[in-house]
C-alpha cells in the first residue's frame, strides 16, 4: 500500500514520527504511572513538558526574553477579540490589512471594540494579490496594525514583514514555524495550534512583555494577557494534551534542524508545485507569483465538470482532502511543516497522469 499524505487546511497532517510516538506515550506518560491526559497541569511531570515546550518554541523561534509565551485556549478566533481588547490602551482606532477571508474576521471582531481603518484591502482582487506597501493608508493615531501574514483559503502570503511605527500584530495560525521570522519586529504573534503546530484546542501567543497590562474595562479575566502571563497560563485548566502534542512537534522540528532547514525544503515544495501548475495548460493559480504561499496551494482545473472526478481518484491513490475552499472553488493542497516532499512530487505526478488522460 502507497503512503497516505493529507492535504488538509487544518486540522492538518502531523508528523508520523510525532503520532507514533503520541500513540506509545498515550497510557503511560514517561513516570507518570498514567495518561498524560489524567495528570494534573499543576503536578511534576506536566511542569516539566509545559516548561520544557516552551523552551523548545523560544530557542526554534529565537523569541526574545522581552516576550512572554502564552499557551491559550480560544483558537485564533478568540485572538480576534484578545487583541483590540489587550492593545487599544486607551485609544480608540485600530489599522487592519484586509487579505482575505480571515483578515475579514478579524476586521468584523475588532469593530466591536475599535473603530476600525482598513490601511489596505483585497477585495477588488478576490484576494490574490497585495497593494505595494507604500500605497497602505496608514492611521498613524491607531493603537496597532494587524495583518494575516499567511491566508490560508486564497493562498496569498506576504514575503516581507511590514514595518511601522505602532505595535504590529500578526494572525500567524498557518505560517507559524514554516520560516525564520524576526520575532522582534511584533508586539503579538498568535496561532491557531491545528495547522503547523499540533493540534486544534490550543493557540499560541507570543507577546511583547509592556503590552500587557491594560485592558479595555470589564472583559473577561481570561482574555486579559495579564491573567495568562501572570500564571503561566494555568489560571484555569490549559489544554494539556495540545500543549503536549505542540511539544513533540518543537522537538521533532528540532530533529530536522530547526526553522531554517524546515523552511528550505517548505520553499522547494511550494515551488515545485507552482511550478508544475504553471507548467500545465489544465491547472492553475490566480495568485500573483510574488505573493504565493507556501503553506496553502489552491489551483482550480479547466473544467470544473472533472472536479468531482480528480477528487475520487485523488483520494483512492492516497492523496486526500484536496477539495478546495467554497469560496475560490477548485482545490487547494495544504502543505504544512509536516508534509513530506515525497507527499507534494506523488501529487505532482497524480496531476500529470490526470492532465493527460482528461486534460
Ligand atoms: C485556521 C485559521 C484561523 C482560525 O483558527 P481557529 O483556531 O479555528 O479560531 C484564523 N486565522 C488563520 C490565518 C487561519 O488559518
Known sequence: MSE?????????????????QMQEELVEYGNAKASVMEIS?????????????????????NIPN???????????SAQFSMVPINLLRGKTKANYANTGHWSVKAIAEARRYA?????TDSTANNFTDIEDFSD???DEQAAYLHYTPNETIAGLEFDYVPEVDMPLVADMSS??????????????IYAGAQKNIGISGLTIVIV????????????????????????????????????????????WLKDQGGIGAIEA????????????????????????????SWMNVPFILADDSLNQLFLEKSYNANLLTLKGHKSVGGMRASIYNAMPESGVDTLIEFMTDFEKQYG
Open 208 to 251: 511583547r512583555e509592556d503590552l500587557i497590562g491594560d485592558v479595555v474595562a470589564k472583559q473577561p479575566v481570561l482574555f486579559d494577557y495579564a491573567t495568562q502571563a501572570n500564571n503561566d497560563s494555568m489560571y484555569n485548566t490549559p489544554a494539556t494534551y495540545p500543549w503536549y502534542v505542540a511539544g513533540r512537534v518543537f522537538e
Open 136 to 138: 497602505w493608508q496608514i
Open 4 to 20: 497516505i499524505y493529507n492535504f488538509s487546511a487544518g486540522p492538518a497532517m502531523l508528523p508520523k514520527p510525532v503520532l507514533r
Open 115 to 119: 473603530e476600525v481603518n482598513i490601511c
Open 265 to 292: 525544503i517548505n520553499k522547494r515544495k511550494a515551488q515545485k508545485l507552482y511550478q508544475a501548475i504553471d507548467a500545465s495548460g489544465f491547472y492553475s493559480n490566480p495568485v500573483n507569483p510574488k505573493y504565493r
Open 66 to 76: 522581552n516576550y512572554k509565551v502564552l499557551f491559550l485556549q480560544g483558537g485564533a
Open 41 to 61: 497541569h499543576r503536578g511534576v511531570d506536566f511542569t516539566a513538558l509545559a516548561q520544557k515546550a516552551e523552551q523548545d518554541l523560544r530557542e526554534l523561534m
Open 175 to 188: 505560517a507559524i514555524l514554516s520560516r525564520e521570522i524576526d520575532v522582534s519586529k511584533f508586539g503579538v
